[in-house]
């Protein structure tokens, strides 16, 4: 390629002296330029591979000198370390008699191969330091993952150790009322089921006297409120009274409207006196979530006052439309 373009360039020179034209002229100089630019670039390129070569091959050269230098200060290490031959053997007479003397000698072989050892490794141990082959190139990127890895590792050991505390922590528990397993809230009022259609599901309503209120109904008593709706009935539910007013029921069962059977209920359960609402607490022993239900009915004054905090009561209701009031209460 680079003949190719020279010999192009030495024809557009050629065609530039001969050109008399001074537009053609600077087409051609433009083109001039542009080649000896490209002439310049690969004349750069081919210059620095070698130079990469060359610096590979100087690096290559000190370590193979750096190892020798270290195998001979290993072999000379080693040949030092030997001990001298003792010359008890030779004359053992001799020895006995100039046993001082031999003594003396030894200690004079060990401390100068012990000073020669220190030497030996006095004189390399600086070349194996300003050697460049063998020192570290860039330490630094070493070091750096492990100071990033260390707050990782720290919040690791953190939420291990919460999580390990809030599993130890004993789950808070709702305390069993006096009186457990005789909680009850139910009524039975007269009144006439029915059923309001919905986008997805039936939904059951309760008249009483005028109002409507939220009947539930259990999926095994859909056949027999089925067969009670759109007729007066004595209706057994379960109600859910806040602000002296039945919000809403829970249907149970149903029975004939005769003169004998009137309206019923049954309220038993704990007298909170701060909030004043009456607590009932689900049966343990169906329930082991121990759920605690609140109602708040309207209480008379005179009943109000004979009422202790956290004493258990067989409360004595009446009902107005859908407007519930505590007339008495016994203690149980």
Known sequence: MPSATSEKLNQLRQQLQECTNPKVAQVLKSAIS????????????????????????????????????ANRIASRQQRTALKPPS???????????????????????????????????????????????????????????????????????????????????????????PGNGTHRAWCQVPGIIRVQEGEESLNYVLELDGHQIPLSVKTRFTKLIGASLDQPLMVK????????????????????????????????????????????QRDWRCDQRRRILQHSPLVRKECLEQLEGRKLYRFECQREGITVTVVGAEAN
Do not use: M
Request: proline share 6%.
């Open 34 to 69: 542009k080649l000896e630019a490209q002439l310049s670039q690969g004349k750069t390129q081919t210059k620095t591979p070698k130079a990469d070569h060359s610096k590979i091959a100087e690096r290559k050269a000190a370590l193979k000198k750096s190892q020798r230098e």
């Open 87 to 177: 010359l008890s053997t030779v004359e053992p007479e001799a020895t006995s008699q100039n046993g001082t003397a031999t003594s003396q000698s030894q200690n004079k072989s060990q401390e100068l191969s012990t000073a020669q050892s220190e030497d030996s490794s006095s004189q390399n141990t600086p070349k194996l330091q300003t050697d460049p082959s063998l020192q570290n190139v860039n330490p630094a990127p070493a070091n750096q993952p492990q100071a990033k890895a260390t707050p990782q590792l720290q919040q690791t050991a953190k939420t291990s150790q919460t999580k390990s505390k809030q599993r130890n922590r004993p789950r808070q528990k709702q305390p069993l009322l």
């Open 237 to 280: 539910c379960y109600p859910r009274i806040i602000d002296g007013q039945i919000k809403s029921a829970q249907f149970c069962g149903t029975d004939e409207c005769t003169s004998e059977k009137s309206e019923d209920w049954i309220l038993i359960g704990v007298w909170n006196a701060d909030k004043q609402r009456v607590l009932v």
